[in-house]
């Protein structure tokens, strides 16, 4: 008898169905449901219902996934299905937890709420051929948790198995609503950090942003620009000038959309070929800006 797990794991593999009509999942053992569609032809949307096998209150939330789809370049955006999107979700036992929460950047802050264990992995199917270019927003609405000014939550993304990156942009009410972007795939989890010191993670971040910014597939005056970008962005937030060091940062996303292309790689494809080193860029100014936004007084 498979767990209710692995009967997850294994329906939510399926891609024979509708392309872009709604697909609703009944789980087994209660009145929830999942389901999925393709909405406005740009962003992939979940409706997550899952019984708490400990029979607790159902976890409930909703996934989403809004890209860029511009009217005057078609190919911006292609293969957007729900069977393409590749989703997947589980409630995490106490070893996924476990797993989970040693991969996180602070493993002794940061943790799983039991209110709400679960793990999306969007994971496309080479064979579908889903291309986007720049970024693409992702949404954990909450249903189950309840929102606080300077709430603790953050989510986060990670390769598969790999080391999770803290995407955060915004945490608001909804009842918590947690966003942030990227350029790349594949596991979104929400955790509880019980620290939060902002200071210090900024510092962190703007060591990550210089890192991504030195990777050799950027040419020469994305550099120069975004380079730029950065070191006045950090010298605001070294000054205390938080919101200029945000103001900053909104130049660098501006400068990203200019130069995505050639000289900003900016396209991800499910071949899995191509670097799309705008979208983490805008990804990690997206975080810092949240960071520097909390400094500053955002709730």
């Given amino acids: 008898m498979l767990t209710l797990r692995a009967n997850l794991l294994l329906l939510f593999s399926l891609v024979a169905m509708p392309a872009l009509a709604p697909f609703s999942l009944a789980v087994a053992g209660g009145p929830c449901i ?25 976890f409930e939330m909703d996934f989403e996934l809004e890209f860029h789809l511009d009217p005057e370049n078609p190919g911006s955006l292609l293969n957007l299905t729900v069977p393409c999107v ?10 996924a937890i476990a797993d989970v929460e ?11 709420d039991p209110a709400l264990p679960l793990r999306v992995t969007i994971e496309p199917p080479v064979a579908c051929g889903l291309e986007f270019e720049d970024d693409y927003d992702a949404e954990f609405d ?7 000014a300077q709430s603790p939550y953050r989510l986060m993304k990670a390769p598969i198995g790999g080391s999770y990156r803290d995407i955060t942009a915004e945490v608001t009410p909804g009842s918590v609503r947690a966003r942030g972007c990227g350029g790349t795939f594949s596991e979104f989890v929400l955790v509880v950090d019980q620290v939060q010191d902002y200071a210090s993670e900024s510092v962190a971040a703007f060591a990550d942003l210089g890192i991504t910014l030195a990777n050799g597939a950027i040419g ?24 200029e060091a945000i ?7 501006e400068h990203c959309g200019t130069l995505g292309g050639p000289a900003l790689p900016n396209r991800w494809r499910s071949a899995r070929d191509l670097e799309n080193l705008e979208g983490e860029v805008v990804s990690r100014s997206g975080h810092l800006k949240f960071l520097l936004g909390r400094l500053n007084g955002d709730p």
């Fill in 220 to 243: 020469p005056t994305a550099i120069t620009t975004l380079g730029n970008d950065s070191s006045v962005s950090q010298a605001a937030f070294a000054a205390g000038n938080y919101a």
């Fill in 102 to 112: 040693s991969r996180l950047p602070d493993p002794l802050n940061q943790s799983i």
């Fill in 142 to 148: 909450a249903d189950n948790l309840v929102w606080n």
């Fill in 86 to 95: 590749g989703f997947s979700v589980e409630i995490l036992d106490a070893t």
């Fill in 34 to 58: 999942v389901e999925t569609e393709i909405v406005d032809g740009r962003k992939f949307k979940a409706d997550i219902c899952l019984p708490d096998p400990n029979s607790g209150p159902d």
């Fill in 247 to 253: 103001a900053r940062l909104d130049d660098m996303d």
